[in-house]
């Protein structure tokens, strides 16, 4: 019994992990879209980027897709 309670504890704490690690992805991956169709272009892509930005604020940075500096410029 002791070993499946380990498994359901480590699932749970992968599970937390994965949906930490997933946090701003929908933005992250809008960003890659619109550089894609805007021909690489960040000026293109602003509010995209902002969107990133603000979901990245929002968990504190706690994101794979949340590795910018918090110094980039406005």
């Known amino acids: ?5 380990s498994k359901q504890d480590k699932t749970m704490r992968d599970s937390a992990s994965s949906s930490r690690d997933d946090a701003c992805k929908k933005e992250a991956c809008a960003i890659q879209a ?3 169709k805007k021909n690489y272009n960040p000026d ?3 509010h995209q980027i902002e969107n990133l930005k603000r979901c990245c604020e929002g968990v504190q940075g706690n994101s794979i897709h949340c ?3 918090t110094q980039m410029p406005a």
């Open 67 to 69: 590795a910018f500096s």
């Open 44 to 46: 293109a892509c602003t």
């Open 1 to 5: 019994m002791g070993s499946s309670f």
């Open 34 to 36: 619109c550089l894609s």
